[in-house]
């Protein structure tokens, strides 16, 4: 069946520092890739998706693409803040899937 | 535009009680998934509603259920609640489900923390 594998940290940086969160996935079609995240205290966030392979799914500065040879979607951003702390999840679905698939989050903690 | 709204917040119930919970989803969303969230397991998938029809369901117990009404709102509903049933409970709306992917983007409520004692 469908599964997705992160990073699951936790993650400590210092604001201004680089992020990188590892996603690597099992799945049957095509599926379509997510990134959600949750700030302490509320549901999930959409943070960013892409739809089929080498799409780059971009949004507040977090980055990911789609890479289909390697089956990975790794998040990114070039300078985090402490407002970015919160636990990021990765996620496969679309398409036939009904279904979100997640991996086990990752928690990130920036300090100043 | 309104989110998707769950109620209650928070609860705590004790072992053999039922419980349900509501979720209201952004207007004009058709599609409700319910999924559970535990430190140990992450988050897995219930079930979900479409047009007042469950369309699937997730690996879980027979009293774990749900409903949908006509005007999309959502319940899920635990009965003789065990204490591995403590958890986040959380709702999710899209436009539709199936083959479409920009209209089974799924948007998720704050959740309901239901703690069994």
Redesign the interface.
Known sequence: GDSVTQMEGPVTLSEEAFLTINCTYTATGYP?L?W?VQYP??????LL?A?KADDKGSNKGFEATYRKETTSFHLEKGSVQVSDSAVY?CAL????N????????TLLTVNP | KAG?T?TPRYLIKTRGQQVTLSCSPISGHRSV?W?QQTPGQ??Q?LF?YFSETQ??K?NFPGRFSGRQFSNSRSEMNVSTLELGDSALY?C?SSLA???V?AK????????TRLSVL
Do not use: D, H, M, P
């Open positions: 379509s997510f959600y205290g509320e549901g999930l966030q959409l998706k739809t999840f679905g679309g398409g036939s009904y279904k979100l698939t997640f991996g086990k989050g | 998707v769950q998934s999924y992450g988050l998938f979900e369309r699937n997730g959380l999710a489900s199936g083959l992917v089974n983007i799924q948007y998720f409520g704050a959740g």
